[in-house]
Structure formats: C-alpha cells, structure tokens
C-alpha cells in the first residue's frame, strides 16, 4: 500500500532500465502515487465483520477510496436459485452453505450504512463493486473431482449480478455507488452504462476468441446507441433512457428495467446446443494444427468453409458444386441433417454457430437443376446396392462417379428411405428431395422399385454382382415389451408416420400418448399434434429420463413444447390396460441415477410410486429393428471393414449395421463402402480441391474480434401450426450471403489460442512452406551408413509457438482449442530467458545464431554456419551439408542411443523459419 501511494523509486529504476533502449523515457511524466482507490475483493465465506473491519482501515488509516466487492449470494437462495435453476434453465447446483457463509442482505445493509458513514467522515468515496464469482457445486467432469467448488463467471452470472445492484440500489434509493463485475461483455455494455453501473470490469468475455480486442466493440456500440438516440453524453443518454431529467432516478429506472429484462433474454439462458465445447477428438500437433472442427465434426469431411465462402460472394452455382464433391444428397442433408458441424462451429464461442444447414439447403434447392457430375469411365465391375435410403444412395452415387455400374433395389415405390417415408412434409420438402434422387440416377443408377428381398432373389443379386452392399436402414419399430401393447390402439411411429405420409386415413382420438425421447418420437408427437389440433386435442410425450437427456435434437425438441405438447418427464409405461373410452397407460416415476454408456444418467424406478394416464391412442417411438429376412442366418455380422462374416463381397451400413443412427453416418457409411471397393480396383477418386484463398490474416483478426449475432430464422406462426406446411421457410438470397459471410474460413487461419491467452504467451508466426529430406542415418563401430530418407515438411503459411515465460498454464488456451489437445503443452515452448530455460524440460531456446534444445537432460544445440548445419548433443557431434547430406558424424562416447535426424530437421525447421522472432 505504501508502494501505491509513492512508487517513485520503482519508477526511477525501470526508467533507467528503460534509457538504454528508449532514452526519451526520461522525458515522460509518470506519477508516483499509482492510485488512491482500493476494491477490496474476499473470498468466499469471510466473515462479515472482517470485511468491515478492512474496509475500515482503508478507509480511516489509509484514507483510501474505497469499495467492497459482495458477493451474489446476496440475492438469498430463493431468488437466485429461481433465476438460475428456473428462469435461466442451468443445472448448476449453488449449495445452502454458500449462502450461510457469505454476506446476507440485512447484514449487507447495516454494513453500507456504517462505512458510507465512516467514508463522509474521512472525506473519500465509499462504493460497491457487484458481483464476485458465484460459488456452486463441482457436478461435471471438467475440474478434478477433489474441487467440492467451483466459481460460475460470465453470461449465467450476468443477471444474477444485475438484480443483486437492483435489490441493493432500490433499498438505498438509487444512491450507491456500484461498480460492475458479471458477465458483461459489447451488447449488455450501454445498458450496464445507463444503469449508472460504472465503471465496468470485463474479464470472461475477453478470454474468449478475439480476447482483448473485443473491446473497441463495446464503445463502438454505446456510440451507436447514444447516436440513434441523439445523446451528447453519458449523463443525457442515462436520463433519455429512464425517463427522468434526474440521473439518480433515470439510472434506477434503467436498473429496474434492465433486470427484468435480463431473465428473458435467450442469450443469458443454458444453450440448445447438444455439445457445448468447440473441442474435437483430433490430436494436436506441434505444427500444422489447422483444420476446421466443422469438418472435423462431419462424418462425410464436407468443406463447410468453402461451400459458404461461395455462398457468402453469391457464387451459388460455385458452393453447390463444393456440397456435392463429398455430398450426395445435398437436399435431404440440408432439411434433415442432425448438423454436428453447427455445434461445432468455431463462432459459437464468439456470438452464436452459423446457419450451416440452412444455407446447404437454400444453395441445394436453387441449384439442384444443375447438376453437372458424370462420369467419363466405364469399368467392367458391378456393384448391388439393397436398399434405397440415405447409405445405399450414397454407395451408387460414389461408385457411379467412377463408373461403377450400380444397380439399387428398393422394396418401396419411392426413394430416399425413412427420410422420404416417415419424416413428416412440415420438416422436408419432397420435390427437393427427389431432386437429389433422380440427379443420382443421372449418372446411370438403376433404381429398381417395389422389389421385395428373398434369400431367392438375394442369391440371384450375389451371384450377378461383384460387390454388394446391404443398406436396408432398420425399417421396423422397436416394441416396448410391456403387457397390453398388442392392441389395435397402439402403433409404433414407423406405422404411424408412414400412413399419415400417404395420406391413409388413421384415426387416433383426441389423445394421444408418445412414448420416447429421440427426433422420431418428436415427428410423431408433432404430426399427432397437428392430427388432433382440429378437436382441439392434446398431445403427451413421455421420457423416462429427462429433458437435457433426450436423443433428439434441441430444435426439434424446442419446436415440439412451442407447439404445445405436454412433456412428460422421468416417466417410465409399466403396461397397458383398456379403460371404458380408451387405454389406460399405466406408468411409474423414475429418478436419475449413475451414468450409463451413453454418459447418460440412468433412469432408476422409485418405489410405489405407480399411476395411469389414459389415452385414446399411445404410439411408441423407442427405437428401430432391423428387418433381415432374406439372409440364411436372419443376422448381420461384419468385420471392421464392413464386410459380411463369411462372404468377401458382401458389405453392409447405415442403420442395418449401426441401429437407428443418424442421416449423415448412413451417408459416410455409403461413401466408405464405395472408397473401399474403388481402392481394392486400385481406381484413384477425383479429389475436391480448395481453389481459393479464402481470407487475409488482417480481415480473418477483424472478423474474430466482431462479434455479429445471427439473425436466426424465421418460423410458422404457432397458431398456423395445424397443417403440415413447412415450418422453417427457405433463406433469401440476402440473408443467405450475410449469415454465410460470418464464417472465418478457419481452414485457413485459426490462431484461436493466441487470442484467449489473457498473458500473451502464445505466438503466431507466418512461414513459406518448409520441406526437406532427411537422411536416417546407422551408426556401428564407429562407422555411419545411410539407410535411407524421409521428408520433414511444414506446410502451412500460419504455425503456432508458446513463451514458456509468459505463460501460467491457466489452461484456457486448451478450453478453446478445437483439437484435443492443449495448445501450452503440445505447441514448441521458447524460454526468452536462460533462467527459464535451465529449470524447465522439454524447452527451446534460441541465443545468437544458436537453437538449444533441452529434453530429459539431453542438451542438443544447432547452429547454421558457412552452409553447414552443425549439430551437437549429450550423445553426438554430426555437420551436415544445405542440402541435409552427412559430412561428419562422431559418437561422443560409447553408448546406445540412436542419432534422431528427424529432431535435427525439425530444429532446422525452427532456427530458419524464426529467425529473429524469438
């Protein structure tokens, strides 16, 4: 404290440090006294008093301006746990002793109005800051199991922090002075000005990607608001705003207002996301790490950047081209498609996931009319594919490309599989789709209809076929195998979706049951919905787990509970029974126990706690069999290749291997057929290449500090929602080049850990693409032999380095990677200094014209001189020539090690392509 009143020798001794390189330091004026305010900041559970007691001593002894930060426990229990748990939809569990350690309300009261005193008293300003991180239960995986506690920031926390300043700030009469610390980030900024809840710290917002320079967005958009709203100053835009010529009244208006308002807002509220994290399964690497987690995420590899780079310039004919290069049902994949790219999607941690789907579709529908692909070969190979759906679609189209002749046999009049049969037109388009049908049959697929398998018919395909592939999907619902569902009035949703897609008629009463969680028992629920509608019916879906546990996707199950169908949760049917009008289901609570396979919480029955529901009709939807009556065995064996135990020909995917799965896995499971045989005719695929560079590094920094909401999409009105119209309309050409604008392109540039480590730890450096051969060198009695080359290459133009002296290894730098790995242990770790250097292992360090290389007590050293690359280490000496030829290798001692030339290019890789950078 003594230091932050009078500095002036610690300021002298950095100037004269500073002389050397900077003389004209000596001309800047720097004030001694640092500061003369303190925020006083506790942890959790400190006792009230003591809080008093050292904001006293600030206050009087030091004469200090002073604030206390509190706290958001503030709020009591029933009012924060009711915005959190109830209004906000978090599961985070804040326990009832995070309450009874922390400040409490009245106490908080008495303890402003003493030290306000005491502040007038010594003349100097007395403040709140609000509010600290909220103390709750450690109930994931994501820290150690032996932290009890974990503390929430950010957009949860924000309004929770706001109705804490607006609970304080009403009982004082707009008088305090409060700071504000919560979640606050460029689009709640000018509201959190007009309260008057200044100044403003940002923290969690500026460790997400574009880190410290979201900030100018914060001012640019208080100076656009302030504009539109004809403000000159803070003090005239606070009083417009709240409707008051007093800016004490006009802030608590504001305050009062905005509190409200941020229980609703969907941004603060727990994603529908399925998965929340940008992470992926793919291994980090020292080098090259570039790849797009949306790619990543897509079981076909589609091109996603580029495909909407096209689309952002208007080039639809371009982007249609660069779906269907890995995309052979671009229609159906853009109405149906489960789109895990889009929660993987690298502007989720920026604003909010690109439309990916929505824009495939929008191309996919105005440019399905010119498809172009053919095939100029013609191979004297045939290749069978049972069954019409997404995977065997996908083998034909793959296999016809090469000029494969395909011959597909279908059981129903139509294609496109359980997509065409049973998911209902107010999600799918059926012309669109058949597009995607008949531009397959194009390129020469036989597509033979209503033709029923039997083991006949299927010994006669074999035996004309050099290949085939079984893509016969699970085409039969799952019973539930409880008494009493053998009645008339119970169907599953394959049957039921099936006749109201045809047109059957099918009664189903005035209410209707639907027993499942997953996309088709949300398409059952909704069709039933629409059916019963009319009678002003109602529609029960019943989960015997939770809503955050359902397999379905969050939109599908979001649009099922606008629609008003009842969800019923932790909900498990016993049995059937008829009742006097219809059936009653006869069911039993169940709560959540120990995670399953899935990583699911397993459902567990509570004892005695039976009781009946009744319905005129109860459709089941918990699951798909698969239908294999043709084969001898009546069972589907493969190997890891795909292949039917006991044939070498025969293959099988999609659901008929998997169960009911997803669209884009039947289709990846149709490709990687094709990709197999292709590759066992040693027949090379036409390769998709990149033919643009995308974005520049200025313009992708731009972009990756901006962050630009989406404009969503527009929807049916609820209440013309009883008819089996589209209920998401096509996108326009202008929102399509807006929403496909806000991509990164980050296929091209990633540099997302340089970004979110708040110390600057981590490096970007460009470089031209590096190669080199290498020789691998045997060494014995004394004598070197090379044995052969391999290639070091570095290939793209953006590579990644860590200061190891800057670094504190927080570990955010891993939470935003979109690899598996974490960039602060994978990435080359530099020491700047020789201190950091010598205590560390597994260092670089680079001093003159040297790279030093420390790893398990090996110090290996590497210097470029006179065209030779010298080389030494614990174990050897070797020079090499510019070209990586052996000059001369010496053994320092006897011993066993082997000489790694592959780390003597890689260090040759560092010490040209840095140069002086570190």
Not at 783 to 800: A, R
Request: with cysteine; aromatic share 8%; hydrophobic share 35%.
């Amino acid at each position: 404290l003594n230091k932050m009143l009078d500095s002036s020798f610690e300021i002298e001794k950095k100037k004269n440090q500073l002389d050397k390189i900077y003389p004209r330091i000596n001309d800047v004026e720097i004030p001694s006294q640092i500061s003369n305010n303190v925020t006083l900041s506790t942890m959790h559970g400190c006792p009230p008093d003591e809080i008093e007691k050292i904001a006293q001593h600030l206050i009087e002894d030091w004469k200090f301006h002073t604030a206390v930060k509190l706290n958001p426990t503030i709020l009591g229990k029933e009012k924060l746990r009711e915005i959190l748990n109830e209004k906000l939809n978090y599961n985070i569990v804040v326990p009832d002793e995070a309450f009874e350690h922390d400040l409490k309300f009245e106490d908080a009261v008495k303890l402003i109005e003493r030290l306000t005193q005491k502040a007038n008293e010594n003349n100097v300003e007395f403040g709140l800051k609000m509010t600290n991180t909220l103390e709750s239960l450690n109930s994931t995986d994501f820290l150690p199991t032996k932290e009890n506690m974990v503390y929430m920031s950010g957009r949860a926390l924000h309004p929770i922090t706001v109705n804490a300043a607006a609970l304080l700030q009403n009982q004082f009469n707009g008088e305090l002075d409060i700071s504000f610390s919560g979640g606050a980030d460029a689009f709640n900024f000018a509201d959190l000005v007009a309260c008057n809840l200044t100044p403003v710290t940002v923290c969690s917002d500026l460790l997400k990607p574009g880190g410290y320079s979201r900030l100018p967005q914060y001012l640019e958009n208080l100076l656009q608001i302030m504009d539109e709203s004809n403000c000159n100053s803070i003090e005239d835009y606070i009083t417009k705003k709240g409707d008051s010529n007093n800016v004490k009244d006009a802030s608590l208006n504001n305050l009062n207002k905005y509190a409200g308002e941020t229980i609703k807002t969907p941004r603060y509220k727990k994603s529908v996301l399925k998965n929340q994290t940008i992470k992926t399964k793919r291994e980090l690497t020292p080098l090259d790490c570039i790849h797009s987690p949306c790619i990543e995420a897509c079981a076909i590899d589609q091109a996603v950047p580029q495909y909407l780079y096209h689309a952002s310039n208007g080039d639809f004919v371009k982007s249609y081209r660069s779906i269907i290069n890995e995309n052979p049902l671009p229609n159906m994949t853009g109405m149906v498609c489960d789109h895990l790219c889009q929660t993987k999607c690298t502007r989720m941690n920026i604003d909010d996931s690109l439309l990916i789907r929505e824009i495939k579709r929008f191309v996919s529908a105005k440019e399905s009319d010119l498809f172009y692909r053919k095939s100029n070969q013609i191979r004297n190979k045939k290749v069978a594919v049972i069954g019409a759906g997404p995977s065997g679609l996908s083998a034909a189209y793959f296999l016809a490309l090469e000029g494969i002749d395909v011959d597909v046999y279908e059981s129903r009049s139509f294609g496109g599989g359980m997509a065409s049969a049973t998911i209902p037109k107010f999600r799918i388009d059926e012309d669109a789709l058949n597009k995607d049908i008949e531009n397959i049959k194009s390129l020469g697929v036989n597509i033979h209809y209503n033709t029923r398998i039997d083991q006949t018919k299927f010994d006669e395909i074999n035996n004309n076929s050099d290949y085939v592939y079984l893509a016969i999907g699970a085409q039969k619902g799952k019973p539930l195998r409880i008494e009493g569902e053998d009645n008339e009035k119970v169907i599953d949703q394959i049957t039921f979706l099936e006749k109201v897609k045809n047109n059957q008629n099918i009664s189903i009463g005035k209410t209707v049951a639907v027993i499942g969680g997953g996309n088709s028992a949300m398409d059952a629920a909704r069709t039933a919905k629409r059916l019963v509608s009319q009678i002003n019916g109602e529609v029960t879906v019943i989960y015997r787990r939770t809503k955050n546990e359902m397999p379905a996707d969050k939109e599908e199950i979001k649009e099922l509970l606008e629609e008003g169908i009842i969800l019923l949760e932790l909900t498990a049917p016993v049995n059937i029974d008829k009742s006097e009008t219809g059936l009653n289901l006869n069911c039993i609570k169940m709560r959540l126990g120990e995670p399953d396979d899935s990583g699911r919480r397993r459902p567990v029955e509570i004892p005695n706690s039976n009781f009946s529901l009744e319905f005129d009709t109860i459709i089941t939807a918990i699951g798909q069999d698969i239908v294999l009556d043709f084969l001898p065995e009546q069972k589907l064996s493969v190997d890891s290749d795909g292949c039917l135990e006991g044939y070498e020909n025969i293959y099988a995917g999609g659901d008929a291997v998997r169960g009911a799965d997803s669209l884009i896995n039947a289709i990846a499971d149709g490709k990687n057929f094709a990709d197999k045989i292709l590759s066992q005719l040693n027949i090379s695929e036409s390769q998709n290449i990149n033919d643009s560079a995308k974005i520049e590094l200025k313009k992708y920094q731009q972009k990756l500090a901006k962050r630009i909401y989406s404009d969503g999409l527009k929807t049916m009105p609820l209440e013309k929602r009883d008819s089996f119209e589209t209920v998401i309309p096509l996108l326009d050409d202008e929102a399509v080049i807006k929403e496909a604008s806000r991509c990164l392109f980050c296929d091209e540039i990633c540099n997302i850990c340089v970004s979110v480590c708040p110390n600057l730890a981590n490096y970007y450096y460009e470089i031209d693409p590096f190669s080199v051969n290498y020789p691998l060198i045997e060494i014995s009695n004394g004598e070197y032999k090379v044995v052969g080359h391999q290639t070091f290459s570095v290939e793209q133009k953006y590579q990644i380095l860590n200061l190891y002296d800057f670094c504190n290894e927080c570990g955010n730098c891993d939470t935003f990677c979109p690899t598996a790995g974490a960039p602060y242990k994978v990435k080359p770790r530099f020491c700047i200094s020789e201190v950091s250097f010598q205590n560390e292992d597994n260092v670089y360090m680079k001093n003159d014209n040297k790279l030093f290389y420390k790893n398990n007590g090996n110090l290996s050293t590497l210097l470029i001189k006179d065209d030779k690359i010298i080389f030494t280490s614990n174990y050897y000496e070797a020079i090499f020539d510019d070209q990586f030829h052996p000059i001369e290798i010496t053994k320092k001692y006897n011993h066993d090690k082997d000489l790694d030339t592959k780390k003597i290019a890689e260090m040759y890789y560092y010490q040209t392509a840095l140069g002086d950078f570190v």
